[in-house]
């Protein structure tokens, strides 16, 4: 169906991929998949939201327009009578422009926009506008600083436009924005934008009416965007550069004529200014993709440190709420010794997480222990240490003094020793990736599959809500089919690593191509 309302343009349209944009408004919805992570997130946000809408009306008057047929009404309503803070006001489609807005705040002359979102919006440093959350005080703070984000200034933007369109907007033209913490509300001079913004939205508006074509183009988004089958699919017929490129090198290469994978392989000419990736580097990885391989060796020795005992760790959290699952792999003299998890189905947060944690890292401390005293050397792996470390520190924070909990002196002091070894980084190290460093496109070139199909971080976050019991109207089968999941799931992720790492030993290194 096309009809104009299918054709207006919601702030969230203004940033991210335009060929996307074409193709979902070309697109039926209903074949659309849903992302299970997008799903994930779209709740937490909306958890968020809720959160903060309470706290609104605890601290002053909050009008609230519950969704239905007279929303809108209602909302012209609220506005005619100039009441002061209006939440999930419902705006009319205007203009080619739709979206919704959290809270309008009347200002003395009409209303400016407040968004509540999910992220910081604030960093330390000075200068930021600060205003209280249940009135509209804006003062100049000197410990914080605007954080900046492309997304919110959008949308500030947007909805501006969308209050002007109905007469309702301030002449201020500022906009509020509440983030994670729901504690204070930056506010935002959203003039300077406005310009920016109407060249986005008439460009946006014109490729949802077709009136501009668009074309793919390898970009960040494309990692998890559902269409990327078709568009590689395209990418791939032109032979197109972004493919070995990332888009900044990509546009560099463009300007001195280098368009397709096989003119980088053979370009003999200056390395352009711009390119965020040796020359060497970018044309080693045409030859890969033309040769059909995936990794480059980076040296012909591709090293890995190794140790008589190795332990690969892998730890589980639920967003910033707790870390609920640390599951190992030991490996001792060559011998695989199997599996072990520390594990509490508590909802995190929870006192047993405590429980767990101290377990897992006294049993990490003895196998270290035994092995220095047996003369034997040590190492314990992660991929990607950030998450680890993040919650080993965090964790000692938490429940310091409690049964085998480590000091955060004895954390930092094992994290920052050699003993604890970066999968992600020794990868990093050793290759050139043509398909990422993540560790599900990287084993899989050592021959590791995952047993579970739709084994991921995110997947594993809405089996953990029954597993745990967060999500109620699961009966106990199915909260310990989805516990046997999740440690399956982390069963393989430190199997994959320990994989990977006998791989980068192992004369298959011989068999790929050197830069
Ligand atoms: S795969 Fe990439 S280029 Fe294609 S629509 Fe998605 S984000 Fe855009």
Known sequence: MDTSAAKS????????????LALEARADPAALTPDPGAVLRQEAAAAHRAAVRDRLAASAPLAVIAPGPDALARTRAAIADRVPRIWGAALPRVNGRSGHVELLQWVGDGYVPVLVVGHKVLDRGSGALISAIDRWDPAPDDAVKPRGHRGDAMRLAHLTR????????SSSLLGGVIGVDGERLLVQDVEPLLQGYDERFADRLAILRGEVATA?????ECRRCP?????EAELSAKRDVGLVA??????????VGVVTVDGLAAYDGPAPEDLLVPLRDLQALARAWIAGVTLVRRI???????????????MESFGEDGAYLWGTWLRRDGLDLGYLSFVTWDPVPTRDEARSFGAFWSWLMDRRAEAHASGRTFAAYCYSQQAENKWLLASADRFAGEPGVPTRRAVEEFIASPEWVDMFVAVGDSFLSLVGRGLKKVAPAAGFAWRDPEAGGEASMAWYLIASGREPGHDDAERAGQRERILQYNEDDVRATRTLREWMCSAAMDALPVV
């Open 227 to 231: 269409w990327w089958p078709q568009c």
């Open 216 to 220: 793919p183009s390898r970009i960040a």
């Open 9 to 20: 343009v919601s702030a969230r349209a203004l940033t991210g991929c335009r060929h996307r």
């Open 300 to 314: 012909p020795e591709v090293r890995v440190r190794r140790a008589d005992v190795e332990v690969d760790v892998d």
């Open 246 to 255: 990332d888009q900044t090198s990509a546009r560099a290469l463009a300007g």
């Open 162 to 169: 969308m209050l002007q369109d109905t007469g309702a907007a």
